[in-house]
């Protein structure tokens, strides 16, 4: 069955530092993947998708993942957080079969120290 | 393009009542999705419309929750006898028949069930 791993419930860096968000994925074909922002209370904002080619994508906000098929992850990366980051971050696949539903993670929640 | 937006935003109920909930999506988006989410946790799938066609439900949605999309655009949720395990925010997404990997999603409606 098709699954999505986030390993990291939470985690805290400074501001500056850089950040890297694990997500590991279970599906047998080409994997569409997605990495979701939710800040508090609010819906979910698209930071950045994969369908196929470069496997360095770039997204909004300075994000930017890696996909990598040998180890079945795609990973999200920032060089440098601002405060402004802290939030909940999931990691997402979307069937390719029928509905195209997505199946997520069960989040990442990033705490940012001044 | 205004985007996909449910109303209410927030809605709090006692526990025993019907509540419904409604989602607009973008115009021309053939497909609609519902998905759950619980504190701490990644948003689950619902259900699934194509057109006014509901072709599938998640074993999450129970008897008590039925959906609709009378004409093939905004969809209604409704739960019966609210449950406070009903507490949730519920998404609505949506998707076009070109592009059926990427949903958008709307704010959400908050349910609290008191």
Not at chain 1, 33 to 61: A, E, H, N, R
Not at chain 1, 84 to 106: L, M, P, Q
Not at chain 2, 31 to 44: F, I, V
Request: aromatic share 14%; glycine share 8%.
């Amino acid at each position: 069955a098709q699954s999505v791993t986030q390993p990291d419930i939470h985690i805290t860096v400074s501001e500056g530092a850089s950040l890297e968000l694990r997500c590991n994925y279970s599906y047998g074909a080409t994997p569409y993947l997605f990495w979701y922002v939710q800040s508090p209370g609010q819906g979910l904002q698209l930071l950045l998708k994969y369908f196929s080619g470069d496997t360095l994508v770039q997204g909004i906000k300075g994000f930017e993942a890696e996909f990598k098929r040998s180890q079945s992850s795609f990973n999200l990366r920032k060089p440098s957080v601002h405060w402004s980051d802290a939030a909940e971050y999931f990691c997402a696949v979307a069937t390719t079969s029928g509905t195209y539903k997505y199946i997520f993670g069960t989040g990442t929640r990033l705490k940012v120290l001044a | 393009d205004t985007g996909v937006s449910q109303d209410p935003r927030h809605k709090i109920t006692k526990r025993g009542q019907n509540v419904t909930f409604r989602c607009d999506p973008i115009s021309e988006h053939n497909r609609l999705y519902w998905y759950r989410q619980t504190l701490g946790q990644g948003p689950e799938f619902l259900t699934y419309f194509q057109n006014e066609a509901q072709l599938e439900k998640s074993r999450l949605l129970s008897d008590r929750f039925s959906a609709e999309r009378p004409k093939g655009s905004f969809s209604t949720l409704e739960i019966q006898r609210t449950e406070q395990g009903d507490s949730a925010m519920y998404l609505c997404a949506s998707s076009s028949g070109t592009n059926t990997y990427e949903q958008y999603f709307g704010p959400g409606t908050r349910l609290t069930v008191t």
